[in-house]
């Protein structure tokens, strides 16, 4: 049974920072590229970062470049977001992925993270 499980979220002031984590089961943790994503209310899921399959490659959204840190540990089948700098406009339900070529595509059940003072 394939589980992506996150966790990490919470309500932080503007400027501070948080460390999501995604611990994955049911599959071969490192044939997938992983990835995080985010969803607003009201807006539409987007992409914050992503990792390749044995780490060594990484892509950022403009939005979280420079701020927010993707890694991935795959003796424990676990990825990273580091977050730091928050701004209010990064609450969202952070959401992490997991793809191998096309028909394998997985979700976790989302993190709730709100910045605001």
């Known amino acids: 049974q394939v589980q992506l499980v996150e966790s990490g979220g919470g309500l932080v002031q503007p400027g501070g920072s948080l460390r999501l984590s995604c611990v994955a089961s049911g599959f071969v943790f490192s044939w997938y590229v992983m990835s995080w994503y985010r969803q607003a209310p009201g807006k539409e899921r987007e992409l914050v970062a992503g990792i390749s399959r044995a780490g060594s490659s990484t892509n950022y959204a403009d939005s979280v470049k420079g701020r927010f840190t993707i890694s991935r540990d795959n003796a424990r089948n676990t990825m990273y977001l580091e977050m730091s700098g928050l701004k209010p406009e990064d609450t969202a339900v952070y959401y992490c992925?997991?793809?191998?070529?096309?028909?394998?595509?997985?979700w976790g059940q989302g993190t709730q993270v709100t910045v605001s003072s």
């Open positions: 992925n997991a793809k191998f070529g096309v028909e394998n595509d997985y």
